[in-house]
């Protein structure tokens, strides 16, 4: 589908699902600011907002601060550690609330994830409110309901060399 100039954009990042899908696959680290680039694709970037996990030691801080000179907005929350030494850093239901917020003020909601958990998201963005709905992952980690959903899918194992860094 064509990509207009005029177009109003809000990219959502879910920052644990490309972190760990780059990792995983490539044994590297995302160019996140290489992402907000080709999701916003020269159009009218309204807001980024880019969903991380906070933890006790902090290490985090650096990158996050980094991610908002790229020009995101940063959400974040606690690591949440439980008895039994499980983990849980979740953000699917704030993203989909931040883009059901959102969506009647833009024509184009981008999901920067490959979770599968947003194909209902992106059907009630499309229907009710009319807009584009554009997903950002790596093909191999995404849902393959979420990539016939979206109305446009970026690989980003398509160009490596562009989303991913290290050697």
């Not at 954009?9 to 590297?28: E, M, P, T």
């Not at 908002?68 to 959400?75: I, L, P, R, V």
């Not at 024509?107 to 950002?136: F, H, K, M, W």
Request: proline share 2%; charged share 30%.
């Amino acid at each position: 589908m064509a990509k207009f100039l005029d177009q109003r954009v809000g990219v959502l990042v879910d920052i644990s699902n490309l972190y760990h899908s780059a990792r995983v696959l490539y044994h590297k680290k995302v160019n996140f600011k290489n992402v907000l680039e080709a999701a916003v694709a020269e159009r009218k970037l309204i807001r980024a907002i880019a969903y991380g996990i906070t933890t006790t030691e902090g290490m985090e801080e650096k990158f996050l601060e980094t991610l908002t000179g790229y020009g995101y907005d940063m959400k974040t929350k606690d690591l949440q550690i439980f008895p039994d030494g499980s983990k849980k850093g979740d953000w699917d239901v704030a993203i989909a609330i931040d883009a059901i917020k959102m969506a009647p003020r833009l024509d184009v909601i981008v999901i920067v994830s490959g979770d599968g958990d947003y194909v209902p998201l992106a059907e009630y963005i499309q229907n009710t409110y009319g807009c584009r709905v554009e997903v950002v992952a790596f093909a191999e980690s995404s849902s393959a309901k979420l990539i016939e959903q979206a109305d446009d899918f970026i690989n980003l194992s398509g160009d490596k060399r562009r989303f991913l860094l290290g050697k």
